[in-house]
């Protein structure tokens, strides 16, 4: 992967594959304390205890399509490379992905398109709602397709004039935290 | 921060009210982006920008836009399945860019299919 954004695209549409109705993004970007923190959370089914185990081992796959699983192993070795760590939470309901970096360690990949990633994940997947929320230093900036959804009715959340609304209000936001220029 | 308007969205409701095309499921084409961590890594996000680009620019309403898994031929990805309605799904490989703009103006929006970057049409194949 290129970028910290293609990486928490695979892991959230992990998340949907797994029966996931709402996936919540947090990416924090600390800059006084030089930590990256994200943390990717569905609703889905989770994991047994001893997958859980065994879920950073590349050969560890739910899919059967084919006998490796290398998302979250890849994600953790760019953490790792950046001073940071992976972490992965699940209780029986649901799963949680938390993942740290040292912000200015000179191997973190950079952030890449986050607008493209919520974008792809929202309508790519027009029933899953999405919280994704973006701290960079005193800034912040929160998209919640359960408050989109309530105000549209009937019309789907990957209608075009709603993606292109998406679109803006995304690239608007992120420009004002700075994240993209 | 910037929130998204409610009059926007309010705007864009009023705008499809009475427009039975949406509610009727009644698209022209499908188009499914393949979205595991192969295609994601071989590059599926940016072939899904160029169709919601096309979309967008053409104020396109009756062609949707999804994403799928992981379809077990992951050294074939970007992978995509175009569902143009009364006509059997079509697997398109190793899709770039520019296959997708052509594959969107041929196929989504003429009907025909790209056959140079298709699958598999009429032999059998090793998907190697």
């Known amino acids: 992967m290129e970028d910290l954004s293609l990486h928490i695209l695979d892991v959230a549409e992990n998340g949907i594959r797994a029966g996931a109705t709402l996936i919540n993004i947090l990416v924090d970007e600390n800059l006084e304390d030089d930590l990256l923190t994200i ?28 006998r490796v699983g290398l998302g979250l192993s ?56 999405v919280v994704y929320d973006h701290r960079r230093g005193h800034g912040e900036y929160v998209l919640d397709t359960r408050e989109i959804r309530a105000e549209l009715g009937d019309i789907p959340m990957n209608f075009p004039q709603v993606v292109s609304l998406l679109q803006c209000n995304l690239s608007e936001g992120l420009k004002e935290l700075n994240v993209i220029s | 921060m910037p929130r998204i308007s409610i009059d926007d969205l309010k705007r864009i409701k009023e705008e499809q009210t009475g427009k039975m095309i949406l509610r009727g499921g009644q698209f022209r084409a499908k188009v499914t982006v393949h979205m595991g961590t192969c295609g994601i890594a071989a590059g599926a996000r940016e072939v899904m920008n160029v169709f919601r680009e096309n979309i967008a620019a053409r104020e396109i309403q009756d062609v949707i836009l999804t994403n799928s898994g992981c379809a077990g031929l992951c050294a074939k990805e970007p992978m995509i399945t175009v569902e143009v309605v009364n006509s059997a799904p079509v697997k398109y490989i190793l899709v770039d860019k520019e296959k997708a703009r052509k594959i969107f103006e041929e196929h989504v929006l003429g009907g025909k299919v790209v056959e140079d970057y298709a699958l598999a049409i009429g032999s059998e194949t090793m998907a190697t």
């Not at chain 1, 089914?45 to 059967?64: Q, Y």
């Not at chain 1, 993942?99 to 950079?110: A, E, L």
């Open chain 1, 74 to 129: 890849m994600f953790q070795q760019s953490a790792l490379e950046a001073e940071g760590n992976l972490e992965v939470q699940s209780t029986g309901v649901g799963t949680k992905v938390t993942v740290t970096m040292r912000n200015s360690h000179i191997d973190r990949k950079p952030m890449g398109d986050m607008v493209s990633t919520v974008l792809a994940l929202i309508e790519g997947n027009p029933n899953v709602d």
């Open chain 1, 39 to 66: 943390v990717i959370k569905d609703n889905g089914k989770g994991m047994s205890a001893e997958f859980l185990n065994n879920v950073l081992d590349p050969f560890v796959t739910t899919r059967t399509t084919r």
